[in-house]
């Protein structure tokens, strides 16, 4: 499966008959915002619409789109998200509630005019109110600019709700490059954070038979090969540079697309990010950016998987791995840190994985122990913590938890239990499984104590 351009259309070809594509126009450019309207009237959407955006991406953005609209004959109006002063706009009552209120005079589509937050405002809204949208991003800081689904914020919690895909999705990437730099390195994080996914999938073929898409997983093999090529260029925000994270991100987007599921994107890197983000909010504490949460776990978990593809399998011991797993009191005593009581009781409701017994674990640790050979050629595509490091380096971005406003005690509670947030078979569980897992959390720990003397 491979992707080309066409007028500024991004197109994939190759796709197999069993996959499905949703019907976005994804354009990606440079200085194509000024053509907005033109793609919005092949596909006959209607001549009213209301911009969403904040005070930040309208003057980015939302202002020239305003502008363009008006000459070329639609009727734009604006509603300019409120400012919250020190605290971030979020999706949440407030945003969702002011969005709702200015949908009068009716419209025939909506713009989400920015990145995350109101893109996923404006399509949780787009889905409630039944109308279609259309995304104008003015970041490259994450890949849910073509997702279905919108993460919101209901009673001071994060929940997920149903909302539309984008018809149209426009990315001018001279609107990109005068994004905030930490939205940008939100994005590259994002996507690298692929690599722990690609590998804890390729882990579960070997271990357990799951399924591989080999579609899937070749579109995020180029993701990452683009994305690793051109660490200069994006260090330097060139159009180049922009366009191999944007890819990035629409690629992995597309897989979801094609793949029904977020297997290929996701893993154990992003649980660890969600954890996070629930805790701190919590406590009522800021939390960092979801790209960059997942690029701070990225390097934790690439060190780990150092230390795991060291492991002498032939030493381990069996029966004290099983004691420790099986012991639910004295288990749950320790990932009860992780999650807090109120969501690991939730969480012991549903996921397999918190109610493993005798049989199961028999089955896991043999099919590790037997494939263990095969594990570990596997894994030979995932970069080395060293050069991680060095990418980081260069954008002079923080790899340490702490750096990014995550307490070390949450770090030391989430790393080896967030496999744990969902049924998707990861190295973590398996370290959990081989009974190794404390001490190579405390080996990273020691290693990135060390590292943090001299960083910067």
Request: glycine share 8%.
């Amino acid at each position: 499966m491979n992707y080309y351009y066409e007028n500024e259309m991004f197109k994939l070809e190759g796709i197999s008959t069993e996959h499905t594509i949703s019907d976005i126009d994804i354009y990606i450019g440079k200085g194509i915002l000024k053509n907005t309207s033109s793609y919005i009237k092949k596909r006959n959407m209607g001549k009213r619409c209301l911009i969403v955006a904040d005070g930040n991406t309208y003057l980015a953005a939302g202002k020239a789109l305003a502008e363009n609209f008006a000459h070329d004959g639609f009727a734009a109006d604006v509603c300019l998200l409120r400012d919250r002063g020190e605290e971030r706009i979020e999706a949440d009552e407030l945003s969702v509630g002011q969005v709702m209120m200015s949908l009068e005079p009716e419209p025939d589509f909506l713009i989400a005019c920015g990145s995350g937050v109101i893109n996923d405002i404006t399509r949780f809204v787009s889905y409630t109110a039944k109308k279609p949208f259309v995304s104008v991003g003015t970041a490259a800081s994450m890949d849910g600019y073509t997702s279905v689904t919108a993460p919101m914020i209901f009673n001071g919690k994060k929940v997920h709700r149903h909302g539309n895909a984008p018809k149209i999705l426009v990315l001018d990437t001279e609107i990109l490059k005068n994004a905030p730099k930490e939205l940008t390195m939100a994005g590259f994080g994002d996507v690298y954070g692929k690599f722990i996914a690609k590998a804890d999938w390729l882990l579960s073929n070997i271990t357990t038979g799951e399924e591989v898409d080999g579609q899937a997983l070749g579109l995020i093999t180029q993701a990452l090969e683009k994305l690793t090529r051109n660490v200069e260029e994006i260090c330097s925000a060139t159009d180049e540079g922009l366009k191999a994270i944007i890819e990035g991100l629409i690629l992995a987007g597309i897989t979801i697309f094609t793949t029904g599921q977020t297997r290929a994107v996701a893993s154990v890197e992003h649980n660890q990010g969600h954890i996070w983000e629930t805790r701190m909010l919590e406590a009522r504490k800021p939390y960092p950016l979801h790209g960059t949460a997942v690029g701070c776990s990225t390097g934790y978990y690439l060190r780990m998987y150092e230390y795991f593809k060291k492991i002498n399998i032939k030493n381990l011991d069996k029966e004290k791995a099983k004691n420790r797993i099986l012991n639910r009191d004295s288990f749950r005593n320790k990932v009860v840190h992780c999650f807090g009581e109120e969501w690991l009781s939730v969480l012991e409701k549903s996921n397999k994985c918190l109610n493993l017994n005798e049989e199961d674990f028999e089955r896991h640790y043999n099919s590790i122990v037997n494939n263990w050979d095969k594990i570990v050629k596997a894994l030979d595509f995932l970069p080395t913590w060293d050069e991680y490091r060095e990418i980081y380096k260069k954008f002079r971005q923080p790899i340490h938890a702490e750096d990014i406003g995550i307490p070390n005690d949450l770090l030391k509670h989430t790393l080896p239990y967030s496999t744990f947030y969902r049924d998707r078979y990861d190295f973590v569980f398996v370290m959990n499984i081989l009974g190794i897992i404390e001490e190579i959390t405390d080996m990273t720990l020691k290693d990135y104590q060390k590292e943090k003397q001299k960083w910067f």
